[in-house]
């Protein structure tokens, strides 16, 4: 007799964990960064493109796929056709990789709510003030920006403090000198910079605090760095929250998405809010919200919205399959995926205009432009954010509230990843689920270790690109040309429509089977053709992407290693 297979203990329950799922640091940490890499508003209107022609269609896919086969991806998939069990294993493989890192970001978050109870991203004083690289006398208070810099300075020859061979592009061409100095005051003197991050570096700001101080990033990859100790702790509190919330699969997790998606929602709000009251906020959403149309023309936008939209809903992680296959036999899933996708995105948005509303005021505060305030990356929310948080009263309680809704957002999606890896094992071997939890959870967190060091920063934005940018498109163009092409779209559309509130048209086949597979095709494909030159706002060169292929090329041979390994049979 087969084993009865747990389902959610309401829609409510099922509909909050995928919208936890999905609702993650995708949308506070990954998306902002993501939209200042690609122009703001340009990026914006990709991004919400995308998620109508292939996130939300995806959504459908995948309930629909575990709904209908009551297994997670390798199961499904093996019940398709047993010789796809590897793809199944491909795509949790997938998720299993960016759990990994996925855990180390909650860690910053773990070991920043200590830093914003004592605001230890600030520094007292300028930390490389010596009177002997002052230009000028003023009378402006410490950390004064002078941002409407006179002719007489202008021009002016001056050895910075930090480096003497860095410079700062004008946006303006016909202003050659507009940006080419940023002047700051200490000690009653100016002190001249080349560039942002000097001016940044000078002043003790959060950038500076957080690359050089909390992670003491190496100059590449290669060059490890310290281990970082105080970060292991709160990378070893990470797990242990990660796998006790699904100690006991869905019956743990219904309880905890209550409080750990409400919650962050209500401070998100607060923070949206009192970052559109900061001075200079206004320049800010002007970047977020303008788009440069000319730029749509660029596969790479493109190709990064559609990462983000998949990211972001979790879809190709293997996550909503596994989530589809414990919901019970009434169900509606065309109805739960349009409110996952809408809930998600617009989650995304307002977690974009609290970022780009600090950027507004740093930049303001600097006199430079939004798309030079800062550098862009991975480390984007742990900079911007703070100088939210430094400008509220109790600014203290607010921090530590922040990172805490860092953390319960990002608990879910962490939860959801390690779930899809564990759903597979229990399917195929038949291990209780918290033997399951303990042996890939136990995995992840020897792999992370090495991103606790001060090359860990490289490794995660390396991992970060090719798992979205090939790993998870990847999944996501085999799913649609199985299901679109193989079994049939028309078939999958039917079962949809049996199991949902109101019917889905031929437009969701149109997209299954043509716009999303040809979309990922010309993006990968134009994707590759750029990488010859260097990558990241570290400037990664191409020839370290050695370790990025090397994951893509490793997945699916692992994946088909587990396929054919002997799993436990059910006894009919």
Known sequence: MAAIRETWNSRTAFVLAAIGSAIGLGNIWRFPYVTYENGGGAFLVAYFICLFLAGIPLLMLEFSIGHKFHQAAPGSFKKINPRLEWFGWFAAGVGFIIVTYYAIIMAWSMNYTYEAATLGWEQEEGKYADIQYAIAETDLEDMGVLTEIPDSLL???FVSPVSADQSIVCDDPEDPEGYGTILV???????????????????????????????????SPWDMGEFKWPLFIGFTLTWICIVASVWKGTKTVSKVVYFTVLIPWGLLLLFVIRGLT????????EYYLTPVW?????????????????????VGFAIMIAYGSFLPKKTNIAANAMIIGVADALTAFFGGLAVFSALGHHA??????????????????????????TTLPAARIFGVLFFLMLLTLAVDSAFSLLEAVTASVKDKWKTSHRKSNLIVGGIAFLLGLPMLTGMGIHILDITDHFMNSFGLTLVVL???????????????????????????GIWWNICIRWIIPMGILWMIFSEIQQRTVPYGSFGIRSQEFVFGWLLIILLPIISDLLANSKGTSEVE
Not at 295 to 311: D, E, P, T
């Open 155 to 157: 021009g002016r020859g």
């Open 478 to 504: 085999g799913e649609v040309l199985i299901i679109g092409w193989g079994t049939g779209a028309e078939e999958q559309r039917h079962y949809i429509n049996k199991n949902s509130s109101f019917n889905i």
């Open 294 to 314: 000319s730029k749509l023309m660029n596969a790479k936008i493109w190709l990064a919205a559609i990462s983000q939209v998949f990211f972001s809903l979790s």
């Open 364 to 389: 303001s505060s600097l006199g430079v432009p939004v798309s030079q305030v800062v550098s862009s990356g991975p480390g984007l929310a742990f900079v911007a954010y703070p100088h939210i948080i």
């Open 278 to 285: 900061l001075s200079g906020a206004g320049s800010g959403i």
């Open 185 to 219: 005051a200490f000690g009653g003197h100016l002190y001249g910079f080349n560039s942002v991050d000097e001016a940044n570096t000078f002043m003790g700001s959060p950038g500076d605090f957080f690359f050089n101080d909390f992670l003491g990033v190496t100059s």
